[in-house]
């Protein structure tokens, strides 16, 4: 049960309203009354919702008490008789959708905090809200709905789109951002890039870095990362990307539509990922590299080829994933083999 004291929640909810909010489908015993809230499986009780997407979950069904249970076709086979059930063969999905309904997004508070400051000839949208200590320097546009939460900065000339979320005590500057973006708490966009030219002589030498960051719609950046405005060319991140916490994409990196970046991931300057691309948690992706659409890359790889579409890597340096596998099993190997020699 979320906490009320940090989460709104709405409902409760029929579950027929449910069904239709999941686009799924009731079966089973129907639900004993209204629906107010979601709950993991072991804890839900007759006035909660939960889900089974994982199959090493199905033992706990027997003893399950969820007032509505979301689960794939296959599963709800095994699902015991008294057990209230959603239909869905994307139960993580329906879940998502059911549990934005009982937690929509806040309302904004529209209007300026008399802490914060917005220099002259900002442009606001209609229902802005700007928190208190946040600065909007001169020439920056805020579209329509859009919050810059507290201690947040926003730098000359840079365009929040509409719906926008900037988190507190985050920094945007020399950036485009699209339609219902959202940076996380401490988020960094829009500093230089890590360029410069070096000589032993006169030691290293900062290159201007003069592009921008453009950032499509419904991307999310999450909390401390830091995106580098490009050198000459912009920096780009495209349309539904999902980038986790203390990410670094270094200068003129681009990102195609979707791709979803896990924490600790760091992407050199100049590297190029196509659409929804996957990087697992703490990946190094070497500069100038390609890597293919819908390629996937195993957590802690480094990364320092070219990837080919689809393809899933993994290991360092990476190499296609059953060439690590058979590189782990003969270097096991390998060792035993050594330990078994007469010392």
């Known amino acids: 049960m979320a906490d009320p004291r940090f989460f709104d929640v709405a409902g409760p909810f029929t579950a027929q309203e449910l069904a239709e909010a999941a686009n799924a489908v009731l079966a089973g015993p129907a639900p004993a009354g209204m629906l ?35 689960l794939s076709p296959a599963d709800a086979e095994r699902a015991p008789a008294h057990l209230p059930l959603l239909v869905s063969p994307a139960p993580y999905m329906a879940f998502a959708r059911i549990s934005r309904r009982f937690h929509p997004p806040r309302p904004t508070s529209p209007g300026v905090h008399p802490r914060a400051v917005v220099e002259d000839g900002v442009e606001l949208g209609s229902d802005v809200e700007i928190g208190p200590g946040a600065v909007v320097m001169a020439g920056a546009r805020i579209g329509d709905g859009s919050i810059i939460q507290a201690n947040a900065v926003i730098d000359r000339n ?33 500093q230089d890039g890590f360029g410069f030219a070096s000589d032993p002589a006169v030691g290293h030498v900062r290159i201007p870095q003069v592009g921008r960051v453009v950032i499509g719609n419904d991307v999310e950046i999450g909390a401390n990362s830091t995106i580098d405005r490009g050198a000459g060319p912009d920096t780009i991140i495209g349309d539904g990307c999902m980038i986790d916490n203390l990410v670094t994409l270094g200068h003129n990196v681009r990102l ?4 979803v970046i896990v924490a600790q991931v760091g992407i050199s300057g100049s590297t190029v990922l196509g ?18 659409a819908g390629a996937q890359l195993a957590a802690k790889s480094g990364v320092i080829t070219d990837v080919p579409a689809r393809a899933v890597w993994g290991g360092y340096p990476a190499v296609p994933v059953r060439d690590w596998h058979r590189q782990s099993v003969t270097l096991a190997k390998l060792i035993r083999r050594r330990d078994r020699e007469p010392k």
């Open 158 to 190: 840079t365009v929040i789109g509409r719906n926008c979320v900037i988190g507190a005590g985050a920094y945007v500057g020399f950036a485009i951002l699209g339609d219902r973006v959202y940076v996380y708490t401490g988020v960094r966009i829009g």
């Open 36 to 70: 107010s809230a979601v709950a993991p499986i072991d804890a839900a009780g007759p006035a909660d919702v939960t889900f089974l997407n994982n199959r090493s979950y199905l033992p706990r069904l027997a003893e399950c008490r969820a007032g509505l249970c979301i």
């Open 256 to 259: 195609g539509r979707g791709c």
């Open 275 to 292: 659409d929804f691309v996957v990087a697992g948690g703490q990946v190094g992706i070497a500069g100038h590299l390609n890597i293919g």
